[in-house]
């Protein structure tokens, strides 16, 4: 029988002791903040029905969803004619009615509407789930990560968009982490779209070219608007404003730039007056990191109406690490009009890439103060193992070597599993109803009576 090499998925990773440790501290991070913030933790489903996933996300996003066989003889209502075809597209039904959650966002809005009876409005809540995408694997893209979003549903209030600028700057203060989070306002690409003559059909591929523009850089972007149709003019009406974008970052100075070319745009000029109710009131808030309206972040999700926001490192280059936006019309899609919502998600893996990059990963989540019991045999148990029990009533993080094995080897393991304390029960230490403890990062070693032990090492760690 032939050996299989064991892999994984490109685009997926496992994860050590130590990693998961680490992904925990930017977890438990974001819970704490969270839930200062008053939000509430929710799960959902890792598959999805397609009807709830498919056309929520664009033809793109349509096209990144995993989708999930059905069980059973799921070819045998597949139409004879459609066997002679190779387009995936005409089997899908007939192949899939389940797919992977592509995002949190969807999820949320068909939980909101299938407990709308249940929930009290305004809804804050957290979720922090993986998801997945067919994307193609590279640098900071992942086909599995985790997620870590917050919502806020049912108030058209702006004071919500204010609250997650200010929790992010929080979140990423407290991951000492220098960021930069950008916004702009859907309703003002809408102006500019008409500014520049597109029609409402275009709209949604002018969005999606403009949001690659951080990928494929202005030239590339401008070259696909021309490929298009579009003329010079409008083309260097374009160049103009991104340019004016790259190098205006002073508020007051880029609001008066946009009502000139808004003027003549309802919807333009309803976008700019809720980035300036923002922008004016975070002006009161002491940000640690920096905030910057940008014209041209345009995120891709057709879901958003209003305020989007992005926020990326300033000192790694890896794309966002935290996005989101104001939706209207989501819970919509599912028969609930009229609740509006919007939320930010975190990008944990990016996060975890960039502090693991930067050395900003604390000392203490991997060098914990964990207690080792040698093992010298059954005999010594009796006494042995109601020590690791008061230990663990003390709440500390104690355990007892499984095998009788040389004492070298039982050190090793101590150090390479990073025990800072040994405890060691030999005849001698039986005999006068006491223990050895060595603390192994300083090579300290004493002898405690076996009813001090609990007092000595909780004075240790004063």
């Not at 003019?233 to 508020?251: A, C, E, Q, R």
């Not at 919807?267 to 905030?291: H, P, Q, T």
Request: hydrophobic share 40%; aromatic share 12%; net charge negative.
């Amino acid at each position: 029988m032939s050996i299989i090499k064991p892999s994984i998925p490109s685009g997926t990773r496992d994860f050590g002791p130590d990693q998961v440790k680490k992904r925990n501290y930017i977890i438990d991070i974001l819970k704490k903040i969270f839930e200062l913030h008053n939000f509430l933790p929710i799960e959902t489903p890792a598959m999805e029905n397609l009807s709830t996933l498919l056309g929520k996300y664009g033809d793109e996003g349509d096209r990144l969803i995993y989708k999930i066989l059905n069980s059973g003889d799921f070819l045998n209502n597949l139409p004879d004619h459609l066997w002679k075809t190779k387009d995936i597209n005409s089997w899908i039904e007939y192949l899939s009615d389940k797919g992977l959650r592509y995002d949190l966002t969807v999820p949320l809005a068909r939980y909101v509407v299938m407990h709308r009876n249940e929930i009290n409005f305004p809804f804050k809540r957290y979720q922090i789930q993986p998801v997945w995408r067919a994307d193609r694997p590279q640098k900071g893209r992942y086909r599995e990560f985790y997620q870590c979003d917050i919502d806020i549903i049912g108030t058209d209030s702006l004071l919500a968009e204010i609250e997650l600028v200010t929790l992010a700057d929080e979140v990423f203060t407290q991951l000492n982490l220098s960021t930069t989070t950008k916004i702009n306002n859907r309703k003002i690409l809408q102006g500019i779209a008409q500014w520049l003559c597109v029609d409402a059909e275009g709209f949604i591929p002018f969005t999606i070219t403009l949001d690659k523009l951080d990928k494929i850089g202005l030239e590339d972007v401008l070259s696909s608007f021309k490929e298009a149709g579009w003329s010079d003019n409008n083309i260097t009406k374009l160049k103009n404003l991104i340019n004016f974008s790259s190098t205006n970052k002073d508020w007051s100075e880029v609001e008066i730039y946009l009502n000139k070319i808004l003027g003549d745009s309802e919807v333009g000029l309803a976008g700019l007056d809720e980035i300036s109710f923002i922008m004016r009131n975070l002006d009161f808030i002491n940000l640690n990191n920096n905030l910057i309206f940008d014209i041209t972040l345009a995120r891709g999700l057709n879901y958003y109406t209003g305020t989007i926001f992005e926020i990326i490192s300033n000192e790694m280059s890896i794309g966002s690490i935290c996005g989101g936006g104001r939706y209207d019309d989501l819970t919509a899609l599912f028969g609930l009009q009229g609740l509006s919502g919007v939320g930010i998600s975190f990008g944990a893996e990016r996060i975890y890439d960039i502090l693991e990059k930067l050395n900003r990963f604390p000392d203490f989540i991997t060098r914990e103060d964990k207690i080792l019991i040698v093992n010298f045999g059954e005999n010594y148990l009796k006494y042995s193992l109601p020590i690791l029990l008061d230990l663990h009533k003390a709440g500390f993080i104690a355990d007892i070597y499984p095998d009788e094995v040389k004492l070298k080897k039982q050190f090793n393991y101590a150090n390479e599993l990073k025990f800072k304390y040994v405890i060691i029960i030999g005849e001698d230490e039986i005999a006068n109803d006491e223990v050895s403890i060595k603390d192994m990062y300083s090579g300290e070693q004493v002898k405690i009576s076996k009813n001090n032990i609990i007092s000595y090492l909780k004075n240790k760690e004063l």
